[in-house]
């Protein structure tokens, strides 16, 4: 009976989830977003979890462990959006400063260098090489600055 009902359940969460109500003919995808999955949908409701988690230590305040003291912190500290919209630029200024001051294609090379290291340019890891499966290769992949999309951070 459970595993009748849970795979019934589990039809109509998807369906559910893969169309819009009163238009069974065309697929959701929420406007924010060029694709839709239930893999998107899993990530969302994860993030939102791990969040409401994050938010609450951030909150809390008496008697806690040093670990959710210590995360608390943190998170609050990330989120600190008034102290950001404060600093503005501020931060990045001697960065901006340095590249304002290149004057050669050898310090561009130099400085992205540099900014591989700091994982600004690109971003090393080892992967399983695609043509040879008994060898591991290093893989490049973008870098940035590390943030999640803004629609996370509400």
């Known amino acids: ?24 003919e065309k697929p959701y995808s929420p406007g924010d977003q060029s694709s839709w999955s239930l893999y998107g949908k899993l990530r969302d409701d994860n993030q939102a979890q791990l969040r409401g988690i994050l938010g609450s ?3 809390a305040t008496g008697e806690r462990s040093a670990y959710a003291r ?3 912190y943190y998170y609050a500290s990330c989120m600190d959006e008034k102290g950001a ?23 561009l090379a130099d400085l992205a260098a540099d ?6 340019l690109f971003r090393f890891r080892s992967d399983q090489d695609y043509g040879d499966s008994t060898q591991v290769i290093a893989e490049p992949d973008q870098g940035g600055l590390g943030l999640p999309g803004s629609r996370l951070l509400r």
């Open 115 to 120: 900014m591989v290291f700091q994982g600004a």
């Open 1 to 24: 009976m459970f595993r009748r009902w849970t795979r019934v359940s589990i039809r109509a969460w998807i369906f559910s989830l893969t169309r819009v109500a009163g238009d069974s």
């Open 70 to 72: 210590k995360i608390g």
């Open 57 to 59: 230590a951030a909150a």
């Open 85 to 107: 919209d404060e600093l503005g630029a501020t931060p990045l200024k001697n960065q901006l400063e340095t590249i304002e001051s290149l004057g050669s294609k050898v310090e």
